[in-house]
Structure formats: C-alpha cells, structure tokens
C-alpha cells in the first residue's frame, strides 16, 4: 500500500489491527454483469494478538508523531504531503486527492469478469485477508452472489483501486460470506530462474520413491490446528500473568478520555455488520 | 541478476537432511512515496512523545508494556523479553503433510524459494515426490529470533516455502453469522447460475497489469518536467433496478459478446 500519512491520533504505538475502530476500512461495490453489489470491507486478519505498549519512565503511553527535520517540531495531518523522489533530496509533490483522481472510476468497483475454480490460483500470490458485508440495502444481491459461488465451487477474480493503490484481488465464499483475499500482480513474483536456482537435474527413480514413502508414512488427512499455534505469544501471556500475580512492574494511569486507545472487538464489528446492524453499533 | 540468499538451513525429515538456501519470493512493485514536511519539502522522521506534555521520550527510557486492563500496564524488561526468544537453529523440521486444500487462501503470509545449497540431488527428488504427491509439508523452524509455521509446496521443479499465519491471526468466516437478508428467489439464483457460468475461465496471471502504478509513474513524471496535468473530477453515481431485470440484461449482454467473439 501507499504510504498514508496517519494523524497523531492514528499513529499511536498500538499495532493491532484491532483498534483501527469499528468503521469499514473501505466501502466500495462489487459488479458481476450489470448487477452491483455495494459493500463494507473489513480486516480479516489480526496482526498481533499480544501487542505491547510503549512507555515512558513513569509508565505512561506514548504516542509515536511525525516531526520536521527542520524545525524539530510536531506535524499535524495537514502540514504533511506524500513526495516522491526524483532525485537526492528532490520530490515531486503529490496530493491525496491527485491519487484519487487518478483512479478511472470503472477502476473503483470490484467487477468479477471471471470466475474460476476455488483451487486454482498458486499460494504463491495471495497477500492479505478481509471480509466483505454487504451494505446497507445489498443483502439481497450480495447472499445470491455468495450463495451461487458456494454452490459452484467458484472464487471470482478482478482488480480494482482502493486507497491509493491497485489490487488484484479473488474473492471466496464461505459460510455465505464473501471474503477478499489481495494478491500479488504477476511482475511481483520473482520466478527461480531470475534468483539463479538451479535448473532442475535428473535425480534417481529411487531417491524420489523413497521420499514419497516419507510422505506417506508422514501424511495426514487433516492440517492440524495445534500447529498453528503461536507459542511465544502464549509464552508472554504466562509471563504478564505471573507477573501480575506477584504485583510486580506493574503500572497504572490515568484512562485516556474519549474513544482513542480503545480497543474494537473485529469480530463484534464483522458480526453487527453481516446482521445488518451496523448503523446502531 | 542472481539473487543472494537469505537464510541457510537443512530441511529436516526424520533423519533425512535436505540441505537448502531460502530467497525471497517477491519484489514489491508500490510505487514509494516518502512523508514530506510541506514548508519546508524534506523528509520527516517520527519519534515517541508523551501526549500529555508533547515532550519527546528518548529511545533509552522507553520501556514496553503490556495493558492487561484499560490503564494498567505490566511491564516486561528486555531481558525478560529476550528469555522469550527461542534457540536458534538451522533446521526447518517437518510435522507433517497435508492436502494442500487443508490450508485456506487466508493463513498463506510470505513466500520463499528454496534453492539447494551444495549437493542438489535430495532437494529436487523431494521436489518431486511432493508434486507426486500433491501435498504440502507443514513446517516448524526458527530463523532471526522468530519462530515460524510454515508450508512447503512444490511449484513445478522448485520448492516454495510460505511463513502461514497463526490461527489466532485470521478471522474464521465459520465464527460469523450468515448474513441477514432474504433468501434469493429461485429464479434470481438460476440466472446467476447462468452468469457466473457465462463467466468462467482459467485463472491466467497474465491477463491483469497495475494500470494504476503505471498512471502515477506517468502523473510525478509529467510533474517531474514542470507540467501540471489535468485530471477528471470523480463522481460516484449508483443506479437502482430490480435484481432479476439486471441479471436478464447481463446474461443477454455476455451471450452477444460471445458470439461476437
């Protein structure tokens, strides 16, 4: 993605997907032919279960801020504008809304012209994980499109522009909801010849058999989920409990007012959300 | 131009030692803006301060802590974070295989290649019986200080390593409601039937570019010469009609396509 500028606010230390709030990270609409599907879209993935805090001496949370170089002071959001470099220390200006422009508005919608087998794109270009709930009034046309693609066992693929950057993105169904997942253009995946692996050699008919007989005897039928485990997350969490315990480091301040540094559930904003109730949340 | 390599280990499979080198698997093609203070045109860094007194916190006094409740920090040392770390080593060990649909689209994080490091005669039969096989390797290994999950999958002659995602990481579509709505008619769901059919295709990388990258390169470069290009106003139209209208329109438009085609 796009460096964004983020405000002060935005910009606090927390690194968890979870506290970006309870508003969709992009709203936008799905096309299949002439039928068009409005939609929210939320992270599908949480960064860090366990994120730490950074403080100061005394304890308190501090916010990370961006300052000028020349004059040592704190920016605000619109005392800052993207650069690029065309040469040592010299940036072509570029604005928020010059990039937003810049996107032809047929660019703007998902529109699936292509649907293909849930099993068929390489792992290799999938990048990041959201979900799409229908919004206000789509419910309809979002549970056919959801509900034929489960049936048919199809994934649907396109591009499409969101914040300042083009995605190639295929969209699943699961459950009757419809989850994106952002992938890798083609120029972005380096092929083994351009790495300078080896081509491939002729090895013995045995050598080969016998892994495949490792395979086997190693084999399951099912990915076991024990794998998946993160383990020094749960390690750290002992750790914080223990300390807590013996009341050792421990530190309290005073709650921050309003809603900033609080953490949003993602999963009650995706539950709200696909009951159709995301206006009263 | 050859790439180096990032990590050397041995895969490890009982007491067979595959020994390999890892590359990264891709080259990220965003086009990269850096934050610039607009009076001054340079290059802004970021530092901590305490937002009380907007004073800055050096790097030295800062400690890290974890809030157990809303205002309530325990703090954890660096050394006590240190003893977290597990002990390196050089070896990717494998727990098991699996079908590759067992591992969903969402969990797949980073991809690496393995190329064989010295003797190449293991990595390649291996490269083999796993496409043999179809199968993927679920593995264990610890490389900078991180543990890692991850899968290995042949892709043609090579071996593909992905880091995979903690299943505390992803959102399970099964923990969430259906959405709420009303069913579609049965009319509406055979002609999205026939849509989506209309539709369907290969997956063939090819066929899509980053248009956008390339519309911005354009855009700073006109810039970069002085120019100031001219760009169109958006505006969001939406247009209302019953869905099985649009859904009849859509499959009559394609069918002519096609036919043209």
Same mark, same amino acid.
């Given at each position: 993605m796009a460096t964004r500028k983020s405000s002060k606010r935005s910009a606090s230390n927390k690194g968890n997907g979870n506290a970006r709030g309870a508003r969709p990270f992009w709203s936008g609409t799905i096309t299949f032919g002439l039928v068009s599907v409005p939609v929210d879209l939320y992270p599908g993935t949480r960064t860090n279960r366990a994120p730490l805090r950074m403080l100061g001496p005394k304890g308190e949370p501090l916010s990370r801020r961006y300052f000028s170089q020349k004059t040592g002071k704190d920016l605000e959001d619109d005392e800052m504008i993207r650069g690029y470099e065309i040469d040592k220390d010299k940036y072509v200006m570029v604005t928020d809304e010059e990039l937003e422009r810049l996107a032809p508005e047929s660019s703007r919608d998902i529109d699936l012209r292509r649907f293909v087998d849930l099993q068929s794109i390489p792992p290799l270009y999938f990048e990041r994980s959201y979900f799409l709930a229908p919004s206000e009034g789509s419910e309809k046309a979002y549970k056919l499109l959801a509900g034929t693609m489960e049936k048919e066992g199809l994934a649907g693929v396109a591009t499409f522009v969101m914040r300042g950057k083009e995605y190639l993105v295929a969209i699943f169904p699961e459950n009757g909801i419809l989850r994106a997942e952002t992938m890798r253009f083609p120029d972005e995946i380096r092929s083994p010849r351009e790495i300078d692996i080896p081509e491939k050699k002729k090895v013995p008919a045995a050598t080969v058999k016998k892994f495949e007989k490792l395979i086997s005897k190693h084999s399951?039928?099912? %990915?076991? %989920?024990k794998e998946l485990k993160d383990e020094k997350t749960e390690q750290l969490l002992k750790l914080v409990e223990k300390k807590r315990k013996q009341h050792k480091d421990i530190v309290e301040v005073e709650e921050p007012e309003g809603d900033e540094g609080k953490v949003v559930d993602l999963m009650e904003v995706l539950k709200k959300s696909l009951a159709g109730k995301r206006k009263a949340a | 131009m050859a790439a180096r390599a990032i990590w050397k280990g041995n895969l490890k499979l009982n007491s067979t030692k595959v020994p390999v080198k890892l590359y990264s698997a891709v080259k990220d093609q965003t086009v990269r803006f850096h934050i610039l203070?607009? &009076?001054?045109k340079t290059r802004v860094k970021q530092h901590m301060v305490?937002?009380?007194?907007?004073e800055e916190v050096p790097n030295e006094e800062i400690q890290k802590g974890f809030e157990v409740e809303p205002g309530t920090f325990v703090i954890l040392h660096e050394q006590e974070l240190e003893s977290l770390e597990p002990e390196a080593s050089r070896e990717i060990e494998v727990e098991q295989f699996v079908p590759? &649909?067992?591992?969903?689209?969402?969990?797949?994080d980073r991809p690496y290649y393995l190329g064989p490091d010295g003797d190449s005669a293991a990595y390649f039969a291996l490269a083999e019986a796993l496409g043999n096989q179809k199968k993927e390797a679920v593995v264990r290994w610890v490389m900078r200080k991180q543990p890692y999950v991850g899968a290995i999958r042949a892709e043609d002659d090579h071996l593909v390593l992905f880091t995979l995602r903690n299943a505390e990481e992803v959102l399970s579509a099964k923990d969430l409601p259906r959405p709420a709505g009303r069913a579609p008619e049965k009319k509406e769901l055979s002609m999205a039937k026939q849509l989506v059919e209309l539709l369907k295709g290969e997956f063939d990388p !090819?066929?899509? !570019?980053?248009e956008y990258r390339v519309r911005v390169m354009e855009f700073v470069e006109k810039k970069a010469q002085g120019h100031k290009p001219k760009l169109h106003l958006v505006k969001t139209k939406r247009k209302a009609a019953s869905l099985d209208k649009v859904l009849s329109k859509s499959i009559e438009a394609l069918k002519k396509h096609k036919k043209a085609a």
């Open positions: 399951d039928k099912h %990915l076991s %989920l | 203070d607009v &009076k001054s305490n937002p009380e007194t907007d590759p &649909k067992e591992i969903p689209p969402e969990y797949y !090819k066929d899509y !570019k980053d």
